[in-house]
Structure formats: C-alpha cells, structure tokens
C-alpha cells in the first residue's frame, strides 16, 4: 500500500511517498522561514498562500522522483489540525479533491500524532508502550503512548511551549527567525555559570510546564546588562542565550525523569522542532541512561513539519482499517491529542 502525504499545518509544505512494506519512497519539503524572517515570525495569510503555489509542484515532484503514477497511489494522507487554519484548508482541500480524482480514500491525520510517530521511520526505531516528549514552537507535553491512538495525557505548558519561548527570546534579543537554531548557536559561546536562570514549576509536584516566565527573567536580565547606550555586549548576549538554553533543558529533563519514575518506561521518544537541540539530546541521553531508560529521537529532517510523518502516520492508520467516509473538507485548528482513539474503521 503507498499512501500520499501532506503536511501544511504552518510554514513548510512538505509531502511524501510511503509504501508500508518498502518504506518511504521520496519526500520533499518547502520551507517558508526566509518569507517570514522579515516579519519576525509566521504571517498565517502569507503561509497559506504560499502553500497554494508549492503543494502541487511538489506533489508532481515526488511522485516522478519515485517513479510512481497516482494509480500507483492506494490513499492520500492529511494534515488536519493543529495547526493554521487557512494552512491546513490548502492541504485538507488538495488531498480531498486528489483523493477523490483518484477514486482512493483520504484521511485526516493529527499533526501531532505524525510527531510522535515521526522515530518510528527509523529502522531499529521504538515499540508501543512508551513515554513520549512532543516538544515545538506550539507545544509542549508529556503523554504515555499505550499503542497507536490510545495516548494517556501526563503534563503539558500552562502557557508557552519551549519553541514559542525559544522565538521570543531570540526575537528580543535581534536573533531573528526561527530563534531556537540561532540561540542554540549563541549559547555554544556563552560562559555556562555567569547566569543562572529559574527551572520552572520543577519545585512541585506534576509534570505540567511552563516558560513564560523564563521569558521575562530573560528580558529583564538584558536590561540589567545594556550599557549606557542601551547595547549588550557579544559576551553578554552569548552567556544570556546559554542560561536560557539550559533552563529550558534542565526543565524538560527533570520533567522527563519524573515521567519515567511515574509511569515505569523505560523508552523515552522524543520528537518535534525542539527534539533537535544537540544540548537536549545530551542532558537526556545522561540523565535517562543513568536510570536504564533507551532516548529516541527522529533524523533532523523529521525533527520539523514534514509530509514523511503524515504519510507513515496515515499509513498505520489505514492498515489498520481506518478510512475516512465523507468527502467533507474540514479542519481543526486545536485538536487536542488526548481526544484521538486507536484506528475504528469508519470515521467521518
């Protein structure tokens, strides 16, 4: 079975091929960071008009490159929330009307899921039952993955994600867009002890997050360090993005190992922009390694949005049984990933 998916859900358009007995059969992926850059963050009217002009050039790319006609294609996978709405109405609309063109079923796939499932393309990858880290610019939480669709919600962000407080701070500081890259690079250079900066909501109990606040010891630190002309220096500017860097680390770890002792795992998946942060990586691979527990983690092209996890995930899906009945075109902005269930048959 080869199912076609595509990915819109923010500022990457991406689609792949995945057969579920060879694999992925070829991917590609647009991004849109250079369009926003300009503006300090995502446009969602720019975004979904630029997923118009790349969808269906890159669709038409991906199936030459591999060799692949749409009567090869046996379902279309989608990207159907969370996510821009007007992003995911470009891919909901194109996989709909390609689906039924090509006499095929279409299925809505929760941009989420395709995250979490995103280490298992790997071969070697992990096996249900796990915990799992789903870490980005738009979320944030911890969930005990039972098997496919039964997801067991452990702790979440009260309010920013990681990666939305990863932007702010860069944007704050004149990094630009996307911020977590570029303070991930600026903190290499910082002094790793000049700054300490607070471990959120890690002196109680729970596994809920937060970060805004690291945002605003940030700010307030910059002002603490500006000069008479208001400047920061290179060094303050490095040891600053190194501090923050390292508390948000050192939260998600502590966060993580609490997880484990809570639930009794002992494999951790990881997945999300922010999965691909070498000094997260690290911390965990430590801090867990010590308590017996395997780290996995996708390939950094599937750390970002792309249509190689909304294919894989639509994939399982459909093998299972699960396909979508109506030819409505409908998405869903906030689609909380505890409301998902195990593939049904019939849905829709």
């Not at 009307?97 to 395709?114: D, I, Q, T």
Request: aromatic share 6%; hydrophobic share 45%.
């Amino acid at each position: 079975m080869i199912i076609l998916g595509i990915e819109t859900s923010c500022d990457e358009t991406g689609i792949a091929l995945y057969h579920t007995d060879k694999g992925l059969l070829g991917q590609a992926l647009f991004s849109q960071v250079e369009l926003h850059a300009l503006y300090g963050g995502v446009v969602p009217e720019l975004a979904s008009r630029d997923h118009v002009r790349r969808v269906l050039p890159l669709i038409r790319q991906v199936l030459e490159e591999a060799g692949c006609q749409p009567e090869d294609i046996d379902g279309v996978a989608y990207t159907a929330g969370p996510g821009l709405a007007g992003a995911l109405l470009v891919g909901a609309s194109t996989a709909r009307a390609l689906a039924f063109g090509w006499g095929v079923p279409a299925l809505p796939v929760h941009h989420m899921e395709g995250h979490l499932l995103a280490p298992l393309l790997e071969e070697g990858g992990p096996q249900f039952p796990f915990v799992a880290l789903l870490v980005s610019g738009g979320h944030t939480l911890l969930l005990e993955a039972k098997s496919l669709g039964q997801y067991i919600p452990l702790g979440e962000s009260v309010d920013d994600a990681a990666g939305e407080a990863f932007d702010k701070v860069a944007k704050m500081m004149g990094l630009g867009y996307p911020g977590g890259p570029r303070i991930a690079a600026l903190a290499e250079k910082g002094k790793p002890a000049r700054f300490t900066f607070p471990r959120p909501m890690t002196d109680r109990p729970g596994l809920d997050f937060s970060f805004s606040g690291l945002k605003t010891f940030a700010m307030n630190t910059m002002s603490r360090c500006r000069d008479a002309d208001g400047k920061l220096s290179d060094q303050d500017m490095a040891d600053i993005a190194r501090a923050f860097e390292e508390a948000v680390v050192e939260t998600l770890v502590i966060k993580c190992r609490r997880a484990m002792e809570q639930t009794g795992q002992k494999t951790l998946v990881m997945a999300g922009g922010v999965s691909a942060n070498k000094r997260l990586r690290a911390r965990l691979a430590q801090a867990l390694g010590e308590k017996n527990v395997r780290v996995f983690y996708p390939r950094q092209e599937y750390c970002t949005d792309n249509g190689a996890m909304i294919a894989f995930a639509g994939a399982l899906r459909m093998a299972a049984g699960e396909h979508a009945e109506s030819l409505a075109i409908s998405v869903r902005p906030r689609w909380p990933l505890a409301e998902l269930q195990p593939p049904q048959g019939t849905i829709g």
